[in-house]
């Protein structure tokens, strides 16, 4: 048995990026419920578009 390695996590820096890029000096956590909200939308209206990521 081999160890098993996160697949993004062991690639993050090499060729892949962070999923999010959005940074806020304030308001941190109501950017974040904002953020979480909007991509729950968007996975619930845009599910039969076959979108992988959003």
Same mark, same amino acid.
């Given at each position: ?34 953020? @979480? *909200?909007? =991509?729950? +939308? @968007? *996975?619930? =209206?845009? +599910? ?7």
């Amino acid at each position: 048995m081999g160890q098993k390695v996160h697949p993004i996590g062991f690639r993050l820096g090499i060729n892949r990026t962070w999923e999010s890029r959005w940074y806020a000096d304030t308001d941190y956590a109501e950017k974040l419920h904002a953020d @979480l *909200k909007l =991509r729950n +939308f @968007l *996975k619930k =209206r845009l +599910f039969h578009a076959g979108i992988s990521k959003i």
